[in-house]
């Protein structure tokens, strides 16, 4: 099992769509969960840290499960400027390690 | 200005050549990064140092080195190019008092190895 799993996409989606994005991880140890954005040709940013109890900024909810070790990412009433890379990002192993990111998942709106 | 800051944002070279990627920083960060990004593969790890003296091997440290001259600055070198290092490069900082969360990334290096 790969260490941080995505559905790569493309999820092509009109405007006011929600959509939602799902990633696994595989090390039961990890404390430490992130959605990186990630524009075409661009540097990743961080869009939001994932809490246990779940945490939402604006239109974007964060969700995690730790028994499953799954980690998702709603986005509400998409935007045009929605589109772009997510990545799901996990920490390493080891405390102190730096993070390990997912390949990313692909959206794109469309008006 | 930006925060991190990378030189040259694209390079072509030819194989065999000895390549140095370089980093600078303002944001006063004792942690840098070096990743690469391929298409399908996402970022992979190179090589991390948590301050001047401290230099880790990421996932894939084979074919390069690094330096670490200044807390703000660290450079990422391939002593001797090949085509399949052709990627995007990235170094990026955080700042251990937050933890490890968030990575400030540079805009990035394009290389290409012919």
């Known amino acids: 099992r790969k260490e941080v799993e995505q559905d790569p996409g493309p999820f092509n989606v009109p405007e006011g769509a929600t959509v939602a994005f799902n990633c696994t991880y595989s090390?039961?140890?990890?404390?430490?969960f992130f959605w990186y954005r990630q524009d075409c040709r661009k540097e990743p940013k961080l869009l939001m840290s994932?809490?246990?109890s779940g945490n939402e900024d604006g239109r974007f909810t964060a969700q995690l499960n730790r028994a499953s070790q799954y980690i998702s990412l709603l986005i509400r009433d998409s935007k045009l400027s929605d589109s772009a890379t997510y990545l799901c990002?996990?920490?390493?192993?080891?405390?102190?390690?730096?993070?390990?990111f997912g390949k990313g998942t692909t959206l794109s709106v469309s008006s | 200005d930006a925060d991190v800051t990378q030189t040259p944002r694209n390079r072509i070279t030819k194989t065999g050549k000895r390549i140095m990627l370089e980093c600078s920083q303002t944001k006063g960060h004792d942690r840098m990064y070096w990743y690469r990004q391929d298409p399908g593969l996402g970022l992979r790890l190179i090589y991390y140092s948590f301050d001047v003296k401290d230099i880790n091997k990421g996932e894939i440290s084979d074919g390069y080195s690094v330096s670490r001259q200044a807390q703000a600055k660290f450079s990422l070198s391939l002593e001797s190019a090949i085509p399949n290092q052709t990627a995007l490069y990235f170094c990026?900082?955080?700042?251990?008092?937050?933890?490890?969360?968030?990575?400030?990334f540079g805009p990035g290096t394009r290389l290409t190895v012919t």
């Open positions: 990002v996990v920490n390493g192993p080891q405390a102190g390690t730096a993070l390990i």
């Open positions: 090390n039961s140890a990890s404390q430490s």
């Open positions: 994932v809490y246990s």
């Open positions: 990026a900082t955080s700042d251990p008092r937050t933890g490890v969360a968030e990575q400030y």
